[in-house]
């Protein structure tokens, strides 16, 4: 069963940084493509950032690119967003997500609330 657990969410104030967690379990993780999504209040869910199975190659949304950082360690099976710069906008929950055989897996999200 496929299971992936967000933590390190939270409030904090515009510029501050904060480094959210996913940790996974139930499928061979090292050979997934991992992704952190958001969805902030009324808004449709996006894509922040992508990290290849080797954690080579990474991908990030216009809105965070220079400000969040994606990594994976492979021997803990964790994934990790690293938030810096944060605005307002940044405000919403934060998902992990990967795909397996065309299925999307999702955790419960984790929140990021930034407010002065």
């Known amino acids: 069963q496929v299971q992936l657990v967000e933590s390190g969410g939270g409030l904090v104030q515009p510029g501050g940084s904060l480094r959210l967690s996913c940790a996974a379990s139930?499928?061979?993780?090292?050979?997934?493509?991992m992704n952190w999504y958001r969805q902030a209040p009324g808004k449709e869910r996006e894509l922040v950032a992508s990290i290849s199975s080797g954690g080579g190659m990474t991908n990030y949304a216009d809105s965070v690119k220079g400000r969040f950082t994606i990594s994976r360690d492979n021997a803990k099976n964790t994934v990790y967003l690293q938030m810096s710069s944060l605005k307002f906008e940044d405000t919403a929950v934060y998902y992990c997500n990967v795909v397996l055989s065309w299925v999307s897996h999702w955790g419960k999200g984790t929140l990021v609330t930034v407010s002065s």
């Open positions: 139930g499928f061979t993780f090292s050979r997934d493509t």
